[in-house]
């Protein structure tokens, strides 16, 4: 399995238009931050995490050839806002399936009903094979997917496990019930947005105590601000075995 982080940043990237944080005009590439989004190559099979707004400036800078199907945690504009950039997929390929919740498939339809349009579809648009998941475990391709569900403030957003490894952005709390899908995972993905609390976001002290109690053998924390710091600062102060994830990583699991 090869997992590469196409966006480790929060909704508005980093830098941030207008700021002059110190880490908004940091020289350091791993202070560059897109919006949140994985690619996962997993045998054989190419699936995407996530299409928010740098969505094709993250498929041109990964190479990413084909996707067999788009995954989606939920529909704010950091994770969908790209959805239209799918177009040259669906070009070469067909229609490109879809999984996510029906709460996230009914609001797409408002914002992109272009998309899902069944008569006078303009020539050219995106298309889409939907598939509505829930809290049971799916197949894509013959290969097991499990949704971990999460709350974000007061949200439902999912997360997702591919074999040993699992991928969670935007929680603020895990349910007991999304805990034990996480058993026995080696590695394991979580976001940490700063180190102030926040009111739907895990904290940095959120994201390490939630790490502890799963125990996976490496953890990457995502969709970070640029108030948590400078990477390579940050780093330095972090449990073994923990890492910040930057934007262009690839793990080879």
């Known amino acids: 399995m090869r997992i590469t982080f196409l966006g480790t940043g929060t909704s508005q990237g980093i830098p941030v238009i207008g700021s002059n944080h110190p880490v908004c005009h940091s020289k350091d590439s791993k202070d560059r931050r897109l919006r949140v989004s994985i690619h996962v190559e997993w045998h054989g099979k190419s699936f995407v995490v996530d299409c928010g707004p740098d969505f094709r400036q993250q498929m041109l800078s990964a190479d990413i050839q084909k996707i067999d199907a788009l995954l ?19 070009f070469k390929q067909g229609p490109l399936p879809l999984y996510t919740i029906k709460r ?3 609001n797409l339809k408002v914002r992109f009903d272009y998309i899902f349009k069944t008569e006078g579809r303009y020539p050219g648009v995106p298309s889409l094979i939907t598939h509505i998941i829930d809290k049971e475990p799916f197949q894509v391709l013959g290969l097991n997917i499990v949704p971990i569900e999460v709350d974000h403030n007061q949200l439902n957003v999912v997360g997702f496990r591919f074999g040993d490894f699992a991928y969670i952005t935007d929680a603020k709390r895990i349910p007991k019930e999304s805990e034990k899908k996480l058993k026995g995972v080696k590695t394991l993905v979580v976001n940490a947005l700063r180190h102030e609390p926040h009111h739907s976001h895990f904290s940095l002290t959120d994201a390490l105590e939630f790490i502890e109690k799963i125990v996976p053998e490496k953890a990457y924390l995502t969709h970070i601000s640029h108030h948590l710091g400078l990477h390579e600062q940050v780093q330095n102060t972090l449990p073994r075995n923990i890492y910040l994830a930057y934007d262009g990583l690839v793990l080879d699991l």
Do not use: F, K
């Open 72 to 90: 989606i945690t939920h529909e704010h504009a950091d994770h969908v806002a790209g959805l239209d950039d799918i177009r040259p997929y669906c």
């Open 104 to 106: 996230v498939i009914d």
